[in-house]
């Protein structure tokens, strides 16, 4: 702040998650988020619920903006959930906001009323040796895969082969939360129907009944269930996977995003004065196209 202050820069700071959620990351800086909040010529939040929480730590309503992460549709595309086997993928670190062990609980239960099904989970994190034993503790050892990192065109390929995606996240216990997560994007850009749960950005981009169905944070019962329905019903994972990639590709593509950012940006540069930072002209077409 004090750096753009001194060059005479526009200070546009952009929140992603833990940095707007996580309880001793917001008391550490509960004198200092406010100062800067007021102090920005704008802020970015990825999901709405991030964007109401930091105007209520002192965000100017006017200046916090909602915009999340953008999709290349291009790239992650291809699904076709009726002709897929019954397999729900999840791709995502093994941590406490994303509550792998409650998506795994729910498979178990989908498992033994539809036993052709299948989960393969990719990530890696601190619980995943956990979620390893869960499985097995579960009897479900041989309907589950669990994959390490994996590169896009491998994440691409699983997208394109299941049925559904599914993501249980909830509030962990030091408060963290997601923005709006890039896996629940790219699930819904690729064509894949969405079970996941009320939390944080996720019902900003899963419309429950139209591009996914959506379930309370810990309602385990509920998500098996949801899942149980897409395992047997491959058209309504097809109709809702439709719907997905159509709200992905008017909302949440990498060109939606990247143009209200530049939105962002060019108003903060305007009401800078003379359009220049420090004594750099700026040529507003270029750095569109640079973006």
């Known amino acids: 702040m004090e750096a753009c202050q001194t060059a005479g820069v526009p200070l546009i700071v952009h929140f992603h998650g833990y940095d707007a959620s996580v ?38 309503a006017e200046k916090v903006h ?15 959930p009726a002709n897929a086997p019954p397999t729900f993928l999840a ?22 009323g539809y036993p052709e099904a299948r989960l393969r989970m990719i990530g890696e994190g601190p619980l995943r ?3 390893e034993d869960l499985a097995r503790e579960l009897g479900i050892s041989q309907a589950s ?8 065109s491998v994440v691409q390929a699983e997208m394109r082969e299941a049925r559904c995606f599914v993501q249980h996240s909830v509030e962990a216990p030091s408060g963290d939360c997601e923005g709006t997560p890039v896996g629940i994007l790219e699930a819904g850009a690729s064509g894949l129907p969405v079970i996941s749960t009320r ?12 591009t996914g ?42 060109e939606e995003s990247l143009g209200r950012l530049w939105e962002v940006i060019a108003g903060c540069i305007a009401r800078a004065g003379d359009g220049q930072t420090g004594n750099q002209s700026l040529n507003l077409n270029s750095q569109r196209s640079f973006l």
Do not use: W
């Open 91 to 112: 791709v995502g670190r093994f941590v406490d906001k994303k509550a792998p062990h409650l998506t795994i609980r729910a498979f178990a239960e989908v498992y033994r």
């Open 23 to 60: 309880r001793s990351v917001l008391e550490a800086h509960s004198k200092t988020y406010p100062v800067m909040l007021r102090e920005a010529a704008a802020v970015i939040a990825v999901s709405r619920s991030m964007q109401r929480k930091l105007v209520s730590i002192g965000g100017p």
């Open 145 to 152: 895969t669990f994959l390490s990192a994996q590169p896009h």
């Open 199 to 210: 939390h944080a950005g996720i019902p900003d981009v899963v419309i429950d009944g139209q």
């Open 129 to 131: 040796k956990e979620c």
């Open 66 to 80: 909602y915009n999340p992460c953008g999709i290349d549709c291009h790239q992650f595309s291809g699904s076709d």
């Open 213 to 254: 169905l959506l379930v309370d944070e810990r309602d385990v019962d509920g998500m098996a269930e949801r899942m149980l329905q897409l395992a047997r019903d491959p058209g309504l994972a097809a109709a809702l996977g439709r719907g997905a990639r159509q709200r992905i590709k008017a909302h949440f593509s990498l």
